[in-house]
């Protein structure tokens, strides 16, 4: 497959081990043998090369010789990008793997179990080839988390770590195991890998002789939009109620009312509701101020010990 180049070196090991096993050391059989499991047009591209067919040079008496096998196979390998073997990951192809994963809605124990090993393979590579170091391949991995799904491991990871230090990222494999643990009881379908994304496998139960799809993964753009209809709904239900709480008068039950003139439940200060305060009124110990309040004759406040506030 041309859009994999990655899985041509691999093809050629195959091979060569089957032409081992059979004893075949011929370069020229070796080519044609190569060419035979692969479709017309690439056939017709790798037989144009000119070390398929070309010959040595002789010397002397010596009769000419095919180029040899591992020189075509050479030739045939630089004729696609990302064959090489220092070429075979790129750390942005990590960083894209650790977003996709990061930006799923619906996550599960299946969906973990596909991304760790797909996480592995190309970060072990990269490790390997010092592309990065440790401490970036466990602060990639962290990264890849979902926000609520790494609020349990973290808080997993310090109890049972309590020495290990708050700067330095936890080791794959602890965080890989805790997050397992949490996922306990999820969707154990296995994602497959399209598109450099994971998606969940769709089931296909058959119900009345009619084939239903169901499949787990959520659209993220379908989740926001649902939350934010929800919220909106909220809000304006909460408006309304307090726009007829506001619109609503209120009537005070006069039954538990307190008159703060006599101390006496069942009626207040208001004027001409308490004979106590109404007789001093008339005998002039107290009266009305402009703004309808009670206070002394003279004008001055009456306050209320021990809280010292006007009636």
Same mark, same amino acid.
């Given at each position: ?6 899985? /041509? ?8 081990? /089957? !032409? ?7 370069? *020229? ?15 017709? $591209? ?5 070390? !398929?067919?070309?010959? *040595? ?5 010596? @009769? ?5 096998? &591992? ?39 299946? *969906? ?6 797909? !996480? %592995? ?12 170091? $440790? ?7 962290? %990264? ?9 491991? @973290? ?16 080791? =794959? &494999?602890? =965080? ?5 643990? +949490? ?10 890998? +399209?598109?450099?994304? #994971?998606?969940? =496998? ?8 009619? $084939? ?18 929800? =919220? @909106? ?14 619109? *609503? ?29 109404? %007789?001093? #009124?008339?005998?002039? %110990? ?26």
């Amino acid at each position: 497959d041309e859009s994999k180049p990655r899985e /041509l070196t691999q093809y050629f090991k195959e091979l060569e081990y /089957l !032409f081992r096993d059979c004893g075949i050391t011929d370069h *020229t059989q070796m080519k044609e043998y190569v060419a035979r499991y692969i479709i017309y047009n690439t056939v017709e $591209t790798w037989m144009d090369l000119p070390e !398929f067919m070309a010959t *040595t040079t002789p010397i002397g008496n010596q @009769a000419p010789t095919a180029i040899s096998y &591992k020189n075509w196979k050479e030739a045939v390998i630089h004729l696609y990008s990302g064959t090489e073997e220092s070429m075979c990951y790129m750390v942005n192809e990590l960083h894209q793997l650790v977003q996709d994963n990061f930006d799923l809605s619906a996550y599960t124990l299946g *969906t973990f179990l596909t991304y760790y090993p797909e !996480f %592995q393979k190309i970060s072990r590579w990269l490790l390997q080839h010092s592309k990065i170091y $440790t401490n970036k391949e466990r602060c990639l991995f962290q %990264q890849s988390i979902p926000t609520l799904l790494w609020a349990k491991i @973290a808080r997993q990871l310090k109890i049972l770590k309590p020495t290990h230090h708050l700067e330095d990222p936890y080791d =794959v &494999k602890d =965080v890989y195991k805790a997050g397992n643990w +949490h996922l306990k009881g999820t969707d154990m379908s296995l994602g497959i890998l +399209h598109a450099k994304k #994971i998606l969940p =496998v769709t089931t296909q139960p058959q119900v009345a002789n009619n $084939t239903v799809t169901t499949n787990s993964y959520i659209k993220k753009e379908d989740m926001e939009a649902t939350i934010s209809a929800a =919220v @909106a709904s909220a809000i304006t239900h909460i408006e309304t109620m307090i726009n007829t709480q506001l619109s *609503t008068p209120r009537t005070p039950n006069a039954a538990n009312s307190l008159c703060h003139s006599c101390g006496e439940l069942g009626h207040t200060m208001s004027r001409g509701r308490c004979n106590t305060l109404e %007789q001093y #009124i008339h005998l002039g %110990q107290v009266r009305h101020s402009a703004d309808s309040k009670v206070v002394l004759s003279t004008g001055a406040s009456i306050l209320n010990y021990p809280e010292l506030k006007s009636y």
